[in-house]
């Protein structure tokens, strides 16, 4: 069974940085996170492939920056310059939509 752990989430004032993480119990071609917030659908924040080649949603162009490393088969979201909207539950995603989740972890940016 694939599994993936997060961690990395919390309270953070606007403008702070975070960092999320990811392990996966398997080596997975492409991973990426996504979020939700409270009445809006999930949403693909940023993937990256086990080349990595990026994508990112153009509202964290600039401030966010995905990484992985392929070894030991984690990925890492780095977020800064975090903005209220930010606010969502954070998934670890491996092979897009139809693929594998982490449970979540939680992001408020509030001051």
């Known amino acids: 069974q694939v599994q993936l752990v997060e961690s990395g989430g919390g309270l953070v004032q606007p403008g702070g940085s975070l960092r999320l993480s990811c392990a996966a119990s398997?080596?997975?071609?492409?991973m990426g996170w996504y979020r939700q917030a409270p009445g809006k659908q999930r949403e693909l924040v940023a993937s990256?492939?086990?080349?990595?080649?990026?994508n990112y949603a153009d509202s964290v162009k600039g401030r966010f920056t995905i990484s992985r490393d392929n070894a030991k088969k984690t990925v890492h979201l780095q977020m800064n310059s975090l903005k209220p909207e930010d606010t969502a539950v954070y998934y670890c995603?491996?092979?897009?939509?139809?693929?594998?989740w982490g449970q979540g972890t939680q992001v408020t940016v509030s001051s």
């Open positions: 995603n491996g092979g897009g939509m139809s693929g594998y």
């Open positions: 990256i492939s086990i080349s990595g080649n990026t």
């Open positions: 398997v080596s997975i071609y492409v």
